[in-house]
């Protein structure tokens, strides 16, 4: 396969990374089931009783991050996510 059409499908899937960040950033108060559904879809891995509030931002929409169990982060989260990122069990962030 061509560099050029790698290129082509990694944008392709960067983008629909991103939707799904969009998506969940739009998301209402009311609507967390909608929120924990979209990022089971987006990280690579999240367990159980984790909670981000919106605003969430990352490179590839949380791609390549994998969270324990209990983990919350407050609003604003900000991850460079271009290479993988590991948070343990019950991790608290506060920003």
Known sequence: MSSCL?????????TACLEKLYDFNATRPLEGEKRTKLLKEMFAEIGDGCYIEPPFHSNWGGHHVHFGKNVYANFGLTLVDDTHIYVGDHTMWSL
């Open 6 to 14: 790698l290129n082509f499908f990694s944008q392709i899937k960067f």
